[in-house]
């Protein structure tokens, strides 16, 4: 069973940057679709950026567009999320994903067969 582990949460002041890395156990995840998710206190876990298969697109929710970007080192079997110009509002658990099938709607939640433990960032005003 694949595992993806995320690192780099933590304590950042609104304005601030901050990239998330999310690293695979084994190569086979280089094949897939990954995605982030987030989740914030008392609301549903929701999509805020995924990279297909053949890292030839890149998706964004509305509310990270422009501010976050989603890429992958194939090498380190790495995904990362470059978040800048962070705001109080992207304060959630982070969650890393994994699609095995390439074709999904990859900013669904439940098209996603491989979830990490999440990482918490908090954005301060």
């Known amino acids: 069973q694949g595992q993806l582990v995320e690192y780099g949460g933590g304590l950042v002041q609104a304005g601030g940057s901050r990239r998330l890395s999310c690293e695979a156990s084994?190569?086979?995840?280089?094949?897939?679709?990954m995605g982030w998710f987030r989740q914030a206190p008392g609301l549903e876990r929701e999509f805020v950026a995924a990279i297909d298969c053949y890292n030839s697109n890149t998706y964004y929710a509305g509310s990270v567009k422009g501010r976050f970007t989603i890429s992958r080192d194939n090498a380190k079997n790495t995904v990362y999320l470059q978040m800048n110009s962070l705001k109080p509002e992207d304060t959630a658990i982070y969650y890393c994903?994994?699609?095995?099938?390439?074709?999904?709607?990859?900013?669904?939640?439940?098209?996603?067969?491989?979830w990490g433990q999440g990482t918490q960032v908090t954005v301060s005003s």
């Open positions: 994903a994994a699609d095995d099938y390439c074709y999904s709607d990859n900013t669904v939640l439940l098209s996603y067969d491989y």
């Open positions: 084994d190569p086979s995840f280089n094949s897939y679709v």
